[in-house]
């Protein structure tokens, strides 16, 4: 690696990052292993080339070789998610987010958006975020007795507030999310609907979670979390939203698309199209599920009662530790996981009274069940003793399915 001569410094932390990811067990549900086709296409050239505009209208010479691998992850996203049209040029997904806003609507309508202390997202309508800022926010949330949506309630709100856009989707929300009931409720009060599906685009793209594509006029996602590829956003929507999306984003929100990352976001989707990755997306579920019910098994309290998706949301406060004092105690023993609000938290964001794991990466080095039930005895074992001789053991433990489950890309 020539960045060893030339900066050291950066060169160190690379490869410290390298160990780290090795030698711990990964459980931040957004996060996932990209294969090495994935790194290999976003340190490639194309992160020299501007390319300000969409394949065949560009701004600059010398384009046809980036529009060569923006068609083709268009076609494939199209093709993933049974969608009309694609953009895959949104940086991240709250810059799909943020576009997609923009795109349908003006500064100061009605955005309602699931809170983000009971699961939503900052982009959701946080008043501290773009969308709060900008946009009059109407928050619905969830049941305190069974932390699920109420769709009953969802309904009520949105009749009674008429928003311009309801917003669907999350980032701590265990349970599925029923898109024809939105979409029903959309109908009703006449709202446009959004779907953010980052979390769970692997999910969908594997036809393990309910598809939103047919009930949403946009949808947006990430490129990573379990879809396994770059860093990165995309707006897929209905045809008659196409122009508008495509404007939004660029020249709208962006200036020139980052063409190293679309072309892995190209691959991630060929990745995605084949039949290994339905097994992968399979295994996801399948530990998720194995690890609920091994923590449940062991006294832990589960938001929404267990999981059906690729992450779990455990409330901590029957155990007497907060979310922030059990990242630190499972960190120490090499499992990476994150603190993390449940509904109705009595606990500050930086403390919290829940903890959130996921299975993506796990899975990602062929773990499965059996692992799932070990590393569930694990984290109750550090949660519940919290003392240094439970954590140095679990370490060794952590050691050991390292070394049996090796990241390879």
């Not at 995605?272 to 449940?296: H, P, Q, T």
């Amino acid at each position: 690696m020539k960045i060893k001569k030339r900066d050291p410094e950066v060169y160190r932390a690379i490869k410290k990052e390298e160990e780290r990811e090795n030698t711990t067990l990964e459980m931040i549900a957004s996060e996932n292993y990209a294969p090495a086709e994935i790194l290999e296409a976003s340190g490639s050239c194309m992160t020299d080339k501007y390319a300000e505009g969409y394949p065949g209208k560009r701004y600059y010479g010398g384009c046809e070789n980036v529009d060569t691998v923006e068609t083709l992850a268009i076609e494939r996203a199209k093709k993933l998610f049974g969608c009309e049209h694609a953009n895959v040029q949104p940086h991240s997904g709250s810059q799909a987010n943020i576009a997609a806003y923009l795109a349908l609507l003006k500064i100061g309508a009605k955005i309602m958006g699931m809170d983000l202390s009971c699961g939503g997202h900052l982009t959701h309508g946080h008043p501290l975020n773009f969308s709060g800022r900008n946009f009059k926010i109407i928050p619905y949330g969830v049941r305190k007795e069974d932390q699920l949506i109420d769709y009953s309630e969802v309904k009520e709100i949105a009749m009674r507030e008429k928003p311009d856009l309801i917003v669907t989707g999350a980032s701590a929300y265990p349970a599925k999310i029923d898109f024809e009931k939105f979409s029903e409720i959309a109908s009703s009060c006449g709202a446009l609907l959004l779907a953010d599906i980052a979390h769970i685009a692997g999910l969908v793209a594997a036809g393990l979670h309910p598809d939103p594509v047919p009930y949403c006029d946009v949808v947006t996602t990430t490129t990573h979390k379990t879809l396994r590829g770059p860093r990165g956003g995309m707006i897929m929507c209905r045809e008659k939203y196409a122009a508008d999306i495509d404007r939004s984003v660029f020249p709208g929100n962006q200036g020139g698309p980052l063409m190293h990352v679309i072309a892995a976001k190209a691959v991630c989707f060929k990745n995605a199209l084949a039949d290994d990755f339905k097994n992968y997306a399979s295994g996801v579920a399948e530990n998720a599920r194995a690890l609920a019910e091994a923590l449940k098994s062991q006294g832990v309290t589960l938001v929404t009662g267990g999981t059906e998706t690729h992450l779990l949301l455990l409330d901590l406060r029957p155990l007497g530790i907060t979310g922030k004092e059990a990242e630190a105690l499972l960190q120490a023993a090499g499992i990476i996981a994150n603190k993390n609000s449940i509904p109705y938290d009595p606990e500050k964001p930086l403390v919290t009274s829940g903890l959130r794991l996921g299975t993506p990466a796990l899975t990602t080095r062929g773990m499965g069940v059996r692992e799932m039930e070990l590393i569930a005895l694990l984290i109750t074992d550090i949660i519940k003793k919290k003392d240094d001789k439970t954590v140095l053991y679990a370490a060794g433990e952590v050691k050991k399915l390292c070394r049996k489950f090796p990241l390879k890309r």
